[in-house]
C-alpha cells in the first residue's frame, strides 16, 4: 500500500513538473509605429530611419523577452518611447487594461537597456502598438500614457511633445 502511494505521488509531480515544462511563453504581438514629431523634425535631428527600425526591432525583442515565463491577462495599446541626445531612454504604457505593474516596470527596464539610435538634439518620441495574450490590437489612434495625461493639464503648449516629456523625464535624470 506504501508502495502504491509512493508511486501514485511521484506520477503526481512528475505530471504537475512536465504541465510546467509545457507552458507557453506569453506572445507580445507589435504592430504599426506613431511618430509624435513630423518627418521634417526627425530630419532636423538626424535620425537614421534606418538605425531607428533596427532600435525598433531590439526594442520588441527586448520586451517579448521580459515575457518569457509568466501569466498575462489580454490587453494592448501602445508603448512609448523617447530617446535623448545624449543616449538615454525612457518608455512609457498606454495599455488597455493597464499591465500588472511587474511588467509594466520590467519592460520599462529592458527598453532602457536597449543602445538606441542616434538624435542630435533634443528628444524624439514615438510608440509601438502592442498586444499581449490576444491578437487584437488597440483601436485607438493617438498612445496617450496616464503620466501624459497629467503632464499635458500643467503645460502652457500640451500640443509640444518634448516640452511633455521634458516635464515628466527631465533632462538631468
Not at 506504501?2 to 515544462?21: E, V
Not at 509545457?22 to 518627418?39: C, I, K, L, S
Not at 520586451?63 to 530617446?83: E, L, M, N
Amino acid at each position: 500500500m506504501k508502495r502504491l502511494a509512493l508511486w501514485l505521488m511521484f506520477a503526481s509531480l512528475s505530471l504537475l513538473a512536465a504541465c510546467d515544462k509545457f507552458q507557453t511563453p506569453v506572445q507580445p504581438r507589435f504592430d504599426a509605429m506613431y511618430f509624435f514629431q513630423t518627418e521634417d523634425v526627425l530630419k532636423q535631428k538626424k535620425v537614421d530611419v534606418e538605425q531607428m527600425a533596427i532600435f525598433s526591432r531590439r526594442l520588441q525583442s527586448a520586451v517579448a523577452a521580459t515575457f518569457k515565463k509568466g501569466q498575462v491577462s489580454r490587453s494592448s495599446g501602445y508603448i512609448v518611447v523617447a530617446v535623448r541626445s545624449d543616449g538615454e531612454v525612457a518608455a512609457w504604457l498606454d495599455m488597455e487594461p493597464v499591465l500588472h505593474e511587474y511588467y509594466d516596470y520590467e519592460i520599462r527596464e529592458a527598453i532602457k537597456k536597449v543602445q538606441p539610435f542616434a538624435v542630435e538634439q533634443g528628444i524624439v518620441v514615438f510608440a509601438i502598438k502592442m498586444a499581449v495574450e490576444t491578437p487584437v490590437h488597440t483601436k485607438k489612434e493617438v498612445p496617450e500614457p496616464p503620466e501624459f495625461v497629467e503632464a499635458r493639464k500643467k503645460l502652457e503648449d500640451p500640443d509640444n511633445i518634448e516640452q511633455l516629456v521634458l516635464s515628466i523625464w527631465p533632462q538631468d535624470e
